[in-house]
């Protein structure tokens, strides 16, 4: 079991090197910026980029993945729009022909959940955590404007329909044989992070609770001590072999908490340091992190991120 965590890591650490913000669309012929592919059998993911949604990659900054059962198809993530998940749908077609019986969103992001359109329309049934739905509820229409006007006429299509199935800690079902336990570990990255849990693969398509080639966002409602508690308390206990991160590739768990635990208790142990010698949030976002240059997003979010930390560690 060591030998295969190694070379898990060994993999993710090769795929680093050539996982870039600059790296153009992978897959010219479809909105997808990659094609899926299979990281272990009956499990696919399309790898999204590691940058800012933008035309170029059509908002395919996110892992879009599906698990193929016996008896159906569960997808995880609906995708930046209508188009990306008519994409997705038409790839899994291509590797199955069984139907698609559950969308997932993994949060309440529009690249998680603006492409629960198009499975609407077809009558498929949409899982999110309550928080989740919420957070759609209340500035989807928000998101949906953002997204068009990166996206243009690849919007077209595009509604904000919430999910139709909602849990609050845990949604456990099985198909073909597989169980699946939809989880939300407790607060992190933002409201209603959702996992999906595969006990007998030992897999966790852990949505953004889980960064390691790109930068971790640290947004206005993010708890990052509570991100780091829960990490601690639920996330790695679970000790997954494989793991799918909401960005990314594929990887394992000593890689994700690397750079997503290390990330949060380096730069909090930094503003820690930089509010007792007096520092103010001007000055927070020159924190040293240049220990973490190497990650895409860098330039777009470190000093975000550190002031964001430094209000959150101003009153605790």
Same mark, same amino acid.
């Given at each position: 079991?060591?030998? %295969? ?9 090769? +795929? ?9 669309? +992978?897959?010219?012929?479809?909105? &997808? ?20 949604? $933008? ?28 188009? %990306? ?35 609407? #329309? ?21 998101? &949906? ?7 243009? #006429? ?7 329909? $919430? ?25 992190? *990255? ?21 960064? *390691? ?10 708890? $990052? ?15 997954? %072999?494989?793991?799918?991160?909401? *960005? ?41 992190? +240049?220990?973490?240059?190497? &990650? ?19 009153? #605790?």
């Amino acid at each position: 079991m060591g030998l %295969l965590r190694y070379f898990l890591l060994s993999i993710a650490m090769s +795929q680093h090197s050539i996982a870039s913000e600059n790296i153009p669309d +992978q897959y010219p012929q479809s909105v &997808l910026y990659s094609k899926p592919s299979e990281f272990i059998p009956n499990v696919f993911s399309a790898i999204g980029a590691t940058a800012p949604p $933008t035309y170029e990659n059509s908002g395919h900054n996110n892992n879009l993945s599906f698990v193929v059962t016996a008896d159906g198809v569960v997808v995880i993530n609906s995708g930046a729009s209508f188009s %990306l998940a008519e994409a997705m749908h038409q790839e899994i077609k291509a590797v199955t022909d069984k139907p698609v019986k559950l969308v997932i969103n993994e949060n309440g992001q529009g690249h998680a959940m603006l492409g629960n359109s198009y499975w609407a #329309e077809l009558g498929i049934d949409i899982l999110a955590h309550e928080a989740a739905i919420d957070e759609v509820k209340d500035n989807g229409y928000q998101i &949906l404007e953002e997204m068009k006007r990166y996206n243009r #006429e690849k919007a077209d299509g595009t509604a904000v329909i $919430t999910a139709n199935i909602s849990f609050s800690e845990k949604y456990v079902f099985t198909l073909g044989g597989i169980k699946f336990e939809i989880l939300h570990l407790g607060d992190a *990255h933002g409201p209603g992070d959702t996992q999906v849990w595969i006990p007998q693969w030992s897999l966790m398509i852990a949505g953004d609770i889980a960064f *390691h080639e790109r930068m971790l966002p640290i947004f206005e409602n993010t708890c $990052t001590r509570c991100w780091i508690e829960t990490w601690k308390t639920s996330f790695a206990p679970l000790n997954p %072999l494989y793991i799918i991160p909401g *960005h990314g590739h594929p990887t394992n768990l000593p890689q994700v908490e690397k750079y997503t635990l290390g990330y949060l208790l380096d730069l909090r142990a930094k503003i820690k340091s930089h509010i007792e010698a007096g520092g103010d949030l001007s000055s927070s976002y020159y924190v040293d992190q +240049q220990k973490w240059k190497n &990650l895409d997003t860098f330039e777009e979010l470190a000093k975000k991120n550190a002031g964001r930390v430094f209000e959150e560690m101003e009153w #605790e």
